[in-house]
């Protein structure tokens, strides 16, 4: 899930890459796990430094050298093999933007 909607392997792959490079101290801290049949739930704090660009739908933010600290929790759909076929997560994005200095305008759609 990206902004509520659907993205393939290829585009996640692509979005991962560009966070992980403007958060290159990433870091994030499993608080509870919790399964049901093919359901993961997942609460997490996540943390990190903006420190190169953010590069995301086209867009480039650049980087606020700031770090940040929100908890999230991320929900996963498993197949038989127990391979994740699914995915979504929902975090505190507002305090992420404050936190980081970046006006949340930026991710609006074009």
């Not at 093919?38 to 086209?58: F, H, Q, R, W």
């Not at 505190?92 to 404050?98: G, L, P, V």
Request: charged share 25%; hydrophobic share 40%.
């Amino acid at each position: 899930m990206l902004g509520g909607q659907s993205i393939g392997k290829e585009i996640y792959l692509k979005v991962c890459e560009s966070f992980f490079k403007a958060f290159p101290d990433l870091k994030e801290k499993l608080v509870s796990i919790l399964s049901k049949g093919d359901t993961v739930a997942c609460e997490l704090i996540e943390s990190g430094t903006m420190k190169a660009p953010y590069e995301i739908e086209g867009r480039s933010v650049a980087p606020t050298n700031r770090s940040y600290r929100v908890p999230f929790a991320a929900f996963f759909r498993v197949n038989a093999q127990g391979l994740i076929v699914e995915q979504g997560h929902y975090g505190e994005r507002q305090a992420w933007f404050q936190q980081l200095g970046i006006d949340p305008r930026v991710f609006l759609p074009q």
